[in-house]
């Protein structure tokens, strides 16, 4: 090509040249066309694999949150009985050795935000952009930062919260009882004892057990109507891309 060109040039043939000089760009046009093409077969090549992922994600960690939901709704269900006696309500009713021990941790905050690996990996690296769909990339990233406002209200709880066994021993005592259960190899578990007359008469035990269930009633709040439902809807989105139609 450049050969003939140079010959047309020479002979001052510019309708040849000029189609040597066509012919060139249309191959150049030509060979960015397909370099451009398979930079966008391999981009969404990436992001398919991206959003396989982080569906198994979403999948694994929305059913891991529903299991832990329904058991922290029976723990402060006990919790929340163990309050009513402790403030009398209703009067002298006395509480189950289940609520008394729920009193055991009602200072830890023990939700875990795992993360989503598969977008993590995305966050961590600046590649947030290899999800090309900006409903899907939007959803994640709030849901990313939620995760880490959740994180900050843990520590928060912890911070301000009092662990009420040690702070108040004459009135929640750990006792060892004998078990049948073939997972303690020791054949003891630990439980509390409630001195709920002392409990009553205590307002410094009261404030601190009533902290400890406001912020953990603001926690399951924040799991079941703000955590979870991000969640799900990030999940729906997923499926939509991926043509899953879960039955």
């Not at 002298?92 to 009602?106: F, I």
């Not at 409630?194 to 400890?212: E, I, K, V, Y």
Request: glycine share 4%; hydrophobic share 45%.
């Amino acid at each position: 090509i450049t050969q003939r060109f140079w010959t047309a040039f020479r002979d001052r043939d510019w309708g040849a040249a000029a189609l040597e000089v066509g012919v060139v760009a249309i191959g150049i046009l030509m060979a960015l066309a397909v370099d451009a093409w398979r930079s966008e077969q391999a981009a969404l090549e990436r992001e398919q694999e991206i959003l396989i992922n982080l569906h198994e994600d979403i999948v694994d960690r929305e059913q891991a949150l529903e299991a832990k939901i329904e058991l922290r709704l029976n723990w402060m269900g006990a919790l929340a009985e163990m309050r009513r006696s402790a403030f009398n309500h209703p009067p002298n009713r006395m509480p189950t050795v289940e609520e008394c021990n729920s009193l055991g941790a009602s200072h830890i905050e023990r939700w875990t935000t795992e993360g989503l690996a598969a977008f993590d990996e995305l966050v961590a690296s600046g590649n947030v952009s290899a999800v090309r769909q900006s409903d899907i990339r939007s959803s994640a990233l709030q849901y990313f930062a939620l995760k880490n406002r959740i994180d900050t209200l843990r520590e928060r709880f912890e911070l301000r919260s009092v662990n009420l066994t040690t702070r108040f021993p004459e009135l929640v005592t750990i006792r060892l009882v004998p078990t049948n259960d073939p997972n303690d190899l020791d054949g003891f578990v630990p439980s509390l004892e409630c001195d709920l007359q002392g409990m009553r008469s205590n307002p410094t035990f009261l404030a601190n057990l009533q902290s400890n269930f406001q912020g953990q009633t603001a926690a399951l709040h924040t799991i079941r109507f703000e955590h979870l439902p991000q969640l799900k809807a990030l999940h729906r989105l997923v499926d939509e891309r991926l043509g899953v139609n879960h039955l």
